[in-house]
């Protein structure tokens, strides 16, 4: 390989990472978009229970406790948490309505000691996908910051036995590296 050809390599890899990073990029703006045209919608009284799914979509019902934490462990009060999943079918909406547009939303606020329940119904995984059904959150807190706070992921199918309605817990610990 000759010099020129090494330092041509060089360029167009640089190029290609810079377009990458680029489109990441656009992404995120248009998730974050998408983020706060649903907070429009958030009701403007919250406790800390709350539905996702209306009681009339059809699915298997599922109650979700969890609890968020700060990044030092300890419990965020009065924080709202965002939480959305796909339907029994793996939608998230219907697809006319374009990327990050999510139809079973909910929000709650946390309690004192960060607790939360949201009843839904058990998300499905999308299709043709052996992604597992997961719900994702993400977290506003009192002092405006906000994070991606993870998501509950599940088993493909609804667990032998489990109890109707099937129950999940989930502690949500911020990372520093999840604030946007």
């Known amino acids: 390989m000759t010099r020129r050809t090494f330092i041509g390599l060089i360029i167009a890899g640089g190029v290609a990472a810079s377009l990458g990073t680029h489109r990441a990029g656009a992404q995120d703006v248009e998730y974050i978009r998408a983020l706060e045209r649903a907070q429009q919608a958030r009701p403007a009284s919250l406790s800390s229970k709350a539905r996702i799914a209306p009681t009339s979509e059809p699915g298997d019902p599922l109650v979700i406790r969890g609890r968020l934490l700060n990044v030092d462990g300890s419990p965020v009060a009065g924080a709202i948490v965002f939480a959305y ?67 509950l992921q599940m088993s493909m199918t609804r667990p032998a036995g489990a109890p109707v309605p099937e129950q999940a817990t989930i502690d949500l610990r911020l990372e520093a590296r999840q604030k946007f």
């Open 85 to 151: 999943h796909t339907d029994q079918g793996g939608l998230y909406d219907n697809r006319e309505n374009g990327p990050h547009s999510w139809r079973l939303r909910g929000w709650v606020k946390t309690d004192a000691d960060g607790s939360f329940t949201f009843e839904t119904i058990r998300p499905g995984s999308y299709p043709n996908s052996n992604n597992p059904p997961h719900v994702h959150f993400t977290a506003f807190l009192p002092n405006g910051e906000r994070y991606h706070a993870g998501e």
